[in-house]
């Protein structure tokens, strides 16, 4: 197939362009600054707002993946707000509109979203029929603009008039890979550091996938013409905080933060605490639904074989340097 995936230079990006690419998919990245990425994938040049000469990449695509969006780690500022609300809501549209005018459309859509979308909460998870929104326990109000960003992200692909092809929302978890500066890479600099303790209690839970999960799921949905709509992208088994972080310690002394001082390292890191604090608990109802079966379902088989490759990546990284890993 022929893919197009706009905003794809990031962690995420990273590991579906390259898997793709190694499956023999033709990989074609859009943004805003292109440089010279995998052999054999090619990188365009496009705004994230405006229909350009990049839509030429679209007509006649079998299909588009956006992951298009601002970093949503950093401080809430007002400018950072808008910067992350256009960024997601501008560029979806911008692909709906290339999309509307292309003689030959993609078959298949698919734009990322976030399981942020559903309500904070410690109590039974969420599959794609969760609560949308704020959550028990009196979620604080600056929760609620994660929320709005993916309602209105959301909006944007289904507003679109594009009768010719399958829209997918893909409502990520936490994707887990051992890429330097990843999610999963940070985490266990933590752990190694002895600061990977319980955050406020860490009865919160995480919901999580592995990346290579991750890219099974993808290629599904590009395949299965029958499945529309929201589709979580979660291991069926996310974890309070305590228990990830437990794994990752790995016997190691793991010292406890309060949620002030939660708060106020996010202010020191230019984060906020919601990347922390909120209970995420999600999981795959329609992935399972389908008969999809997870390679690394649990988190301590998943980080085992994450923390095995973080280790050869960055003992080949130490080679090359000449330090000790």
């Given at each position: 197939?022929k893919?197009?995936?706009?905003?794809?230079?990031?962690?995420?990006?990273?590991?579906l362009?390259?898997?793709?690419?190694?499956?023999?998919?033709?990989?074609?990245?859009?943004?805003?600054?292109?440089t010279?990425?995998?052999?054999g994938?090619?990188?365009?040049?496009?705004?994230?707002?405006?229909?350009?000469?990049?839509?030429?990449?679209?007509?006649?695509?079998?299909?588009?993946?956006?992951?298009a969006?601002?970093?949503?780690?950093?401080?809430?500022?007002?400018e950072?707000?808008?910067?992350?609300?256009?960024?997601?809501?501008?560029?979806?549209?911008?692909?709906?509109?290339?999309?509307?005018?292309?003689?030959?459309?993609?078959?298949?859509w698919?734009?990322t979203s976030t399981?942020?979308?559903?309500?904070?909460?410690?109590?039974?998870?969420?599959?794609?029929?969760?609560?949308?929104?704020?959550?028990?326990?009196?979620?604080?109000?600056?929760?609620?603009?994660?929320?709005?960003?993916?309602?209105?992200?959301?909006?944007?692909?289904?507003?679109a008039?594009?009768?010719?092809?399958?829209?997918?929302?893909?409502?990520?978890?936490?994707?887990?890979?051992p890429?330097?500066?990843g999610?999963?890479?940070?985490?266990?600099?933590?752990?190694?550091?002895?600061?990977?303790?319980?955050?406020?209690?860490?009865?919160?839970?995480?919901?999580?996938?592995?990346?290579?999960?991750?890219?099974?799921?993808?290629?599904?949905?590009?395949t299965?013409?029958?499945i529309?709509?929201?589709?979580?992208?979660?291991?069926?088994?996310?974890?309070?905080?305590?228990?990830?972080?437990?794994?990752?310690r790995?016997?190691?002394i793991?010292?406890?933060?309060?949620?002030?001082?939660?708060e106020?390292?996010?202010?020191?890191?230019?984060?906020e605490?919601?990347?922390?604090?909120?209970?995420?608990?999600?999981?795959?109802?329609?992935?399972?639904e389908?008969?999809?079966?997870?390679?690394?379902?649990?988190?301590?088989?998943a980080?085992?074989d994450?923390?095995?490759?973080?280790?050869?990546?960055?003992?080949?990284h130490a080679?090359?340097?000449?330090?000790?890993p």
């Amino acid at each position: 197939m022929k893919i197009v995936i706009p905003g794809g230079t990031g962690q995420v990006g990273g590991i579906l362009r390259r898997a793709l690419s190694q499956q023999g998919h033709e990989v074609v990245v859009l943004s805003r600054r292109p440089t010279a990425l995998e052999p054999g994938i090619r990188h365009v040049r496009w705004d994230g707002r405006t229909v350009g000469d990049w839509a030429a990449e679209i007509d006649g695509a079998d299909a588009v993946i956006n992951l298009a969006g601002r970093t949503v780690n950093c401080r809430y500022t007002d400018e950072h707000r808008a910067e992350m609300m256009d960024s997601r809501v501008d560029s979806t549209q911008a692909v709906g509109q290339a999309i509307e005018r292309a003689e030959r459309p993609p078959r298949v859509w698919l734009q990322t979203s976030t399981a942020t979308i559903y309500e904070h909460t410690y109590g039974p998870a969420h599959g794609e029929d969760g609560r949308i929104g704020g959550g028990e326990e009196a979620a604080p109000a600056s929760w609620a603009f994660s929320v709005e960003i993916a309602q209105r992200w959301e909006a944007a692909q289904q507003q679109a008039d594009t009768p010719r092809t399958r829209r997918v929302a893909l409502r990520s978890a936490l994707v887990m890979s051992p890429d330097r500066g990843g999610v999963f890479d940070i985490l266990l600099r933590m752990a190694r550091l002895g600061v990977g303790g319980p955050v406020a209690g860490g009865r919160q839970y995480v919901s999580w996938i592995h990346e290579h999960d991750f890219v099974r799921a993808v290629e599904l949905l590009l395949t299965r013409d029958d499945i529309e709509g929201p589709v979580n992208l979660a291991s069926p088994f996310p974890v309070p905080q305590r228990e990830l972080m437990k794994v990752l310690r790995n016997g190691r002394i793991g010292l406890p933060a309060t949620r002030l001082m939660a708060e106020m390292g996010a202010f020191v890191l230019r984060s906020e605490t919601e990347l922390l604090l909120k209970s995420r608990r999600v999981v795959p109802a329609r992935l399972l639904e389908e008969g999809f079966v997870f390679d690394h379902p649990t988190w301590p088989d998943a980080a085992a074989d994450l923390v095995r490759r973080h280790r050869t990546r960055t003992g080949m990284h130490a080679a090359v340097v000449g330090v000790d890993p």
